[in-house]
C-alpha cells in the first residue's frame, strides 16, 4: 500500500513561511503526479498546488507568488514552499498522488492521501 508522510506544519505569524515536504513509499508505479490540497475547519478540502513527473506546475489563484511546489524524483518527496502566510492559509495540509501525467485539481483523481499537517497561520 503506498504511504504518503507528511511533515513541515506548524504554527507561525502572518507574513512568515513554512516548508511543507512529502515523501511517498512503497509505490508500485514509476510515473505519477503529487498535489497538495488544504481543508480549513467548516470549509470543504481545495486544491493548492500540483507538480508531474516533468515538473510542470498549477497553483490556486489565491497561492500563486507565494507558495512554490517543487518535487525530489530520486527520493519520491515533494515540497511546498509558502511564504508571505496569511491567517486564511491556515488548515490542514494534505499530500496526494495521482497515477497520471495529467494535472488535476479535483482530489477525486488522487489515488492516494497522506494523514495531513496542521498549518496555522496567526495575525
Known amino acids: 500500500q503506498v504511504q504518503l508522510v507528511e511533515s513541515g506544519g506548524g504554527l507561525v505569524q502572518a507574513g512568515g513561511s513554512l516548508r511543507l515536504s512529502c515523501e511517498a513509499s512503497?509505490?508500485?508505479?514509476?510515473?505519477?503526479?503529487m498535489a497538495w490540497f488544504r481543508q480549513a475547519p467548516g470549509k470543504q478540502r481545495e486544491f493548492v498546488a500540483a507538480?508531474?513527473?516533468?515538473?510542470?506546475?498549477a497553483y490556486t489563484d489565491s497561492v500563486k507568488g507565494r507558495f512554490t511546489i517543487s518535487r525530489d524524483n530520486v527520493h519520491n518527496t515533494i515540497y511546498l514552499q509558502m511564504n508571505s502566510l496569511k491567517p486564511e492559509d491556515t488548515a490542514v495540509y494534505y499530500c496526494?498522488?495521482?497515477?497520471?501525467?495529467?494535472?488535476?485539481?479535483?482530489?477525486?483523481?488522487?489515488?492516494?492521501w497522506g494523514q495531513g499537517t496542521q498549518v496555522t497561520v496567526s495575525s
Open positions: 507538480i508531474n513527473w516533468y515538473g510542470n506546475t
Open positions: 512503497r509505490l508500485t508505479f514509476s510515473v505519477y503526479t
Open positions: 496526494a498522488i495521482d497515477r497520471s501525467m495529467v494535472i488535476h485539481t479535483t482530489q477525486n483523481e488522487y489515488d492516494y
